[in-house]
């Protein structure tokens, strides 16, 4: 059974109170501005810190007073927000966040909003990818879990087109060259019976880029259509969760990343 979702749990980013954070990062956690405004207006003296005008890349602790543009924000950036990590099910073309002028569907626009803050991805996952993506309103939890997490295995399903001439699926290879690298995959195997189109369940031992998936059937002669990742480390894509819907992370789920996270820390 499912336990309800335990919002602030797993390893905490350290406190303000034990590690100084550089201003703009600090000021950008809190939506105050992006970081780039931010140290634009560090740059254009609007930003002081104990009464005096900040200079880019300054750090500052629990006891500095911050203000901007004549307003005091201490107060404010001493707030620390409750963590939450969702998890969320991409659909193919939908970029990360949407810039000006762009048109194309983004996630963020599908996630629940913040006040203060922004959404920041735990793992990495393509334009043209669709499937398991971890999202964490905590900007150093997200950054430091990301970069563990490069050397998680991940798992995809990818629905492959039977060229016509063939009796029987051609074999995939597990090895394959791509721009002058050599890339290795762990297992390749079809799941379920097979028609005019088969999926077929990849695995490799740390995330590969879509290309990378292309490629090896294209090697085998074979198209994909659809390229789905649904294991990233301890964590799986629900089966439940509709496609370009997210919700947190239960109990079970956040035990396993925390245990993940340790073991991989450990490691290094």
Known sequence: MRRRPARGAGPKAPSRATAPERLHKV???HGIGSRRQVEAWITEGRVLVNGRPAVVGQAIGPRDR???????????????AERRTLVFHKTTGTILKRRAGDER??????????????????????FGEEGLLVLS???????????????????????????????????VPLEIQLDGQRLQFDAVEAVGEGGTNQWFRVAAAR????????????AAGLKTSRV????WGPLQLPRDLPRGRCRDLVDDELAALAAAIATRSDAQ
Not at 66 to 80: A, F, K, N, P, S
Not at 110 to 126: E, F, Y
Not at 207 to 218: E, I, M, N
């Open 27 to 29: 000021l950008a956690q």
């Open 66 to 80: 911050v203000d901007v543009d004549g307003r005091e924000v201490t107060r404010l950036l001493r707030q620390q």
């Open 105 to 126: 569907a983004a996630v963020v626009d599908q996630l629940p909003a913040l006040h203060g803050g922004r959404w920041v991805p735990l793992n990495s996952i393509g």
């Open 137 to 171: 309103n905590d900007g150093r939890y997200a950054a430091d879990v990301a970069r563990l997490g490069r050397e998680w295995p991940v798992e995809y399903r990818v629905r492959a087109l039977r060229p016509r001439s063939a009796e029987t699926w051609p074999a």
């Open 207 to 218: 995330g590969l880029p879509r290309g990378a998936v292309v490629a090896l059937f294209d």
């Open 228 to 231: 789905l990742l649904v294991r």
